[in-house]
Antibody
Framework: EVQLVESGGGLVQPGGSLRLSCAAS????????MSWVRQAPGKGLEWVAN????????YYVDSVKGRFTISRDNAKNSLYVQMNSLRAGDSAVYYC??????????????????WGNGTAVTVSS | EIVMTQSPATLSVSPGERVTLSCRAS??????LAWYQQKPGQAPRLLIY???TRATAIPARFSGSGSGTEFTLTISGLQSEDFAIYYC??????????FGQGTKLEI
């Protein structure tokens, strides 16, 4: 069974840092792009970052560029996001998700299929 | 950035009914459109990708259609477990991936 389990969330003061982890099992982790997606309380979904299978490419939403760093350890089947200079607006449940790379129309198309249950981050003094 | 707009925000329906949810993109996303279902306290679940392909184990009562900028998710014969929030998402032009604001199905 494909499973993603996030951890590392909690309460942090504005300006502080936090590192979230996502443990993957049930599939060959190194074969997949991975994503972080967040959801503020009572709000919709917001994509945060993507990382390529070998970690050679990273992409971020503008609001976290320069503050968040996505990374992975394929030997440990784990995905991470290092979050620095945290703001109240970063408070959310953070989900990791597996990304499917589908080839059609002469190109790759990337969508998320399996999601973890999330870990909550609260940024408050 | 492609803006995704869903309508309506809330839909009041009854079990057994057929319901259609709409999603519009601010520019063409070709067929790179996914639908997710989210129940309270749970992670999103992939229902549809590529506009109309059901994900693994998704019942046939869920169907998707559309292309370009206009998309729909249809649920035929609503069941009690279908009451949830539904999000559309484009993956044609990223970063960033963008989601609609969601449509809540309520009784």
């Amino acid at each position: 069974e494909v499973q993603l389990v996030e951890s590392g969330g909690g309460l942090v003061q504005p300006g502080g840092s936090l590192r979230l982890s996502c443990a993957a099992s049930g599939f060959t982790f190194s074969h997949y792009w991975m994503s972080w997606v967040r959801q503020a309380p009572g709000k919709g979904l917001e994509w945060v970052a993507n990382i390529k299978q070998d970690g050679s490419e990273e992409y971020y939403v503008d609001s976290v560029k320069g503050r968040f760093t996505i990374s992975r350890d394929n030997a440990k089947n784990s995905l991470y996001v290092q979050m620095n200079s945290l703001r109240a607006g970063d408070s959310a449940v953070y989900y990791c998700a597996r990304v499917i790379s589908a080839w059609y129309a002469y190109d790759y198309h990337y969508y998320m299929d399996v999601w973890g249950n999330g870990t909550a981050v609260t940024v408050s003094s | 950035e492609i803006v995704m707009t869903q309508s309506p925000a809330t839909l009041s329906v009854s079990p057994g009914e057929r319901v259609t949810l709409s999603c519009r993109a601010s520019q063409s996303v070709n067929s790179d459109l996914a639908w997710y279902q989210q129940k309270p306290g749970q992670a999103p679940r992939l229902l549809i990708y590529g506009t109309s392909t059901r994900a693994t184990a998704i019942p046939a009562r869920f169907s998707g259609s559309g292309s370009g900028t206009e998309f729909t998710l249809t649920i035929s014969g609503l069941q009690s477990e279908d009451f949830a929030i539904y999000y559309c998402q484009q993956y044609n032009n990223w970063p960033p991936y963008t989601f609609g604001q969601g449509t809540k199905l309520e009784i």
